[in-house]
């Protein structure tokens, strides 16, 4: 079943990223003909992955190049309808490519119930847990012990001068990643992780001449720290006495 999974990957990551040029992505929007020759080479690329056992694969290289052509077609269709949204539409098409892959797989081997167990086994839930805590109870958790200052609003009659939830965005993957450090024992990058952030905030602080966009700057880092940290450790306690 690896083996078989491996090679859909092969074919998908080879077709969408490798051999699709930025071309090819413009053309197909206007002129379908462009979309055929992107599914066809698609196909082209599953058929020489499974050539040892063509026979046996061919209903499977054809229902993933069909499905392939479906998705895309929405793609497109989605692309024309919501043009400020290109991010969470690239997102959206690859899981609909990894769904299908996988329900492919299941189709052919099942889906057995030690599988499932592994999958969902103590630790995998235990980083289940982390990463929504990391990525969606933080933020929400800082905003709301933000809001007995109200900085916010006070910001909110400035110049924007930042990208729309850029901060929002660092805070998680600085979460994550401290996560990650005390998971490996790298204490020392959760140092120049702080020190790094302090470097490019300084020259919002000296620019800034403003005690309380300071105070509210340092704050946020600090939390958004602590928070990490709790996080991490809680992760690498919970994980010893794991099964």
């Given at each position: 079943?690896?083996?078989?999974?491996?090679?859909?990957?092969?074919a998908?990551?080879?077709?969408?990223?490798?051999?699709?040029?930025?071309?090819?992505?413009r053309?197909?929007?206007?002129?379908?003909?462009y979309?055929?020759?992107?599914?066809?080479?698609?196909?082209?690329?599953?058929?020489?992955c499974?050539?040892?056992d063509?026979?046996?694969?061919?209903?499977?290289?054809?229902?993933?190049?069909?499905?392939h052509?479906?998705?895309?077609?929405?793609?497109?269709?989605?692309?024309?309808?919501?043009?400020?949204?290109?991010?969470?539409?690239?997102?959206?098409?690859?899981?609909l490519?990894?769904?299908?892959?996988?329900?492919?797989?299941?189709?052919?081997?099942?889906?057995?119930?030690?599988?499932l167990?592994?999958?969902?086994?103590?630790?995998?839930?235990l980083?289940?847990?982390?990463?929504?805590?990391?990525?969606?109870v933080?933020?929400?958790?800082?905003?709301?012990?933000?809001?007995r200052?109200?900085?916010?609003?006070?910001?909110e009659?400035?110049?924007?001068?930042s990208?729309?939830d850029?901060?929002?965005?660092?805070?998680?993957?600085?979460?994550?990643?401290?996560?990650?450090?005390?998971?490996?024992?790298?204490?020392?990058?959760?140092?120049?992780?702080?020190?790094?952030k302090?470097?490019?905030?300084?020259?919002?602080l000296?620019?800034a001449?403003d005690?309380?966009?300071?105070e509210y700057?340092?704050?946020g880092?600090?939390?958004?720290f602590?928070?990490?940290v709790?996080?991490?450790?809680?992760?690498?306690?919970?994980?010893?006495?794991?099964t």
């Open positions: 079943m690896i083996i078989f999974c491996l090679k859909l990957l092969l998908h990551i080879l077709g969408d990223f490798v051999f699709q040029s930025k071309a090819l992505v053309e197909r929007k206007e002129n379908i003909a979309l055929f020759l992107h599914v066809g080479i698609h196909a082209l690329l599953l058929v020489l499974f050539l040892s063509l026979y046996d694969n061919w209903p499977v290289i054809l229902f993933v190049s069909c499905s052509l479906l998705i895309d077609s929405l793609k497109i269709w989605w692309e024309r309808k919501f043009p400020y949204k290109p991010f969470h539409i690239f997102v959206v098409d690859q899981v490519h990894l769904a299908t892959i996988a329900a492919v797989a299941i189709h052919q081997y099942g889906l057995s119930v030690e599988w167990d592994g999958l969902l086994s103590e630790k995998n839930l980083y289940l847990l982390t990463l929504l805590l990391t990525v969606c933080s933020p929400i958790l800082l905003r709301v012990f933000f809001s200052w109200k900085q916010e609003n006070e910001l009659g400035k110049p924007a001068s990208l729309t850029a901060g929002l965005l660092i805070g998680i993957m600085e979460r994550l990643l401290i996560v990650l450090f005390i998971q490996l024992g790298f204490l020392s990058g959760i140092g120049f992780l702080l020190a790094a302090s470097i490019f905030r300084f020259g919002d000296t620019n001449r005690t309380k966009f300071t700057i340092l704050l880092t600090l939390a958004s602590v928070i990490g709790a996080i991490g450790f809680g992760l690498k306690l919970a994980l010893r006495y794991t």
